[in-house]
């Protein structure tokens, strides 16, 4: 965001009104609020696009995890500011130029993708989230900067009403006419966009595929239900279905299917935050131990929120189960940003 400076024009005039008791030289005007997801700038006050939460001291889950029988209460800071977006391509550049720190993969070099500056960053390890909070931390004033912890995640989500999705229970998308209508970004928005052209021909990319380098119509592939489910999205035994195909690998190498973070306001939160179902999974600090998939048994962050690829379900406010090696970096995973008053 282009800051205002306001020089002093003139030094001599000014000391001789603070050596004669006149007043103070009149400050800097507070910068407007923004309306545009191109920070997280900072003010004195509050952080720019940061909101209050409040809470009741505690919170239970919604919903079971991988690992825990029900859903247990657990402490959860009274009051917390959380970003009401996820950090985009535009402040990890920021970064990238200012830190020397590394570019995601699906850049340009050191150059965003066209028309992506206010879509999420992707290809984020936890590791890397946590050292771009440091380093926002130590160049902000009166403010640090983490990561939210699952509960705190959970309940900028879902609130007190404790609601399945942001806005409701059910999902309330809609396929009819070739037309998604949805509140967030889920695979369902990929399928309704490549079935424009129903017509297309897809190929089979993957070397594991039982149709390895043979094609199929994309109508033929995948489909999407009138409440918005999609059908023919993958399958894992054959290495079949919509994933496996070349148009789903340049979707994936451009970044992904995302959105801008401020995209879907009809599905904001009720502090108003933005895009917690869909678009991106989102980094928390809380650790839990895998009990599926390639890190079972091992210690992992907790990702929430779904992304761009998961299914309707899976993009739940309450859906728990969900865990990343803090090391590696994945094409669905970005973070969001709490602040914390120094």
């Not at 001291?57 to 029988?69: C, D, L, P, Q, V």
């Not at 050292?131 to 009166?142: F, I, M, N, R, V």
């Not at 399958?235 to 496996?244: P, S």
């Not at 600090?285 to 929430?304: F, H, L, M, P, W």
Request: charged share 20%; with cysteine; glycine share 10%.
């Amino acid at each position: 965001m282009a800051m205002r400076y306001f020089p002093l024009s003139f030094p001599i005039f000014l000391i001789m009104l603070l050596v004669c008791g006149c007043g103070e030289p009149e400050k800097p005007e507070r910068p407007e609020e923004k309306t545009d997801p191109d920070g997280p700038a900072v003010v004195d006050a509050v952080p720019e696009n940061f909101v209050k939460v409040e809470t009741p001291g505690t919170y239970t889950y919604m919903a079971t995890s991988a690992n825990k029988s029900g859903g247990e209460t657990v402490s959860i800071a009274a009051e917390y500011y959380i970003c009401k977006w996820a950090v985009t391509n535009a402040d990890w550049k920021k970064y990238v130029d200012e830190a020397g720190a590394s570019a995601p993969k699906y850049w340009n070099g050191k150059n965003i993708p066209e028309g992506r500056e206010k879509h999420p960053v992707l290809w984020i390890s936890c590791s890397e989230a946590e050292a771009y909070c440091k380093w926002l931390s130590d160049k902000t004033q009166g403010w640090t900067f983490r990561l939210p912890t699952q509960p705190e995640w959970e309940f900028a989500a879902a609130g007190t009403e404790r609601k399945a999705y942001p806005w409701g229970d059910q999902a309330g998308a809609t396929y009819s006419g070739g037309v998604l209508t949805s509140k967030f970004n889920y695979n369902a928005v990929i399928a309704a966009e490549v079935l424009k052209n129903p017509d297309r021909m897809a190929t089979y990319n993957n070397s594991k595929s039982t149709r390895y380098g043979q094609q199929d119509k994309i109508s033929d592939i995948i489909s999407v239900s009138a409440t918005g489910g999609v059908t023919g999205w993958v399958d894992h035994t054959n290495y079949l279905g919509f994933i496996y195909t070349d148009i789903f690998t340049e979707i994936n190498d451009a970044g992904g299917n995302t959105c801008p973070v401020d995209a879907y306001p009809e599905g904001a939160s009720w502090c108003g935050c933005l895009n917690m179902c869909g678009n991106c999974w989102e980094w928390t600090s809380t650790i839990e131990t895998a009990q599926n998939g390639a890190e079972k048994g091992q210690d992992v962050n907790v990702i929430r929120g779904g992304s761009w690829y998961a299914n309707a379900s899976s993009c739940k406010a309450s859906f728990r189960g969900e865990g990343r090696k803090a090391s590696s970096a994945y094409n669905t995973v970005g973070f969001r940003l709490v602040a914390e008053k120094k």
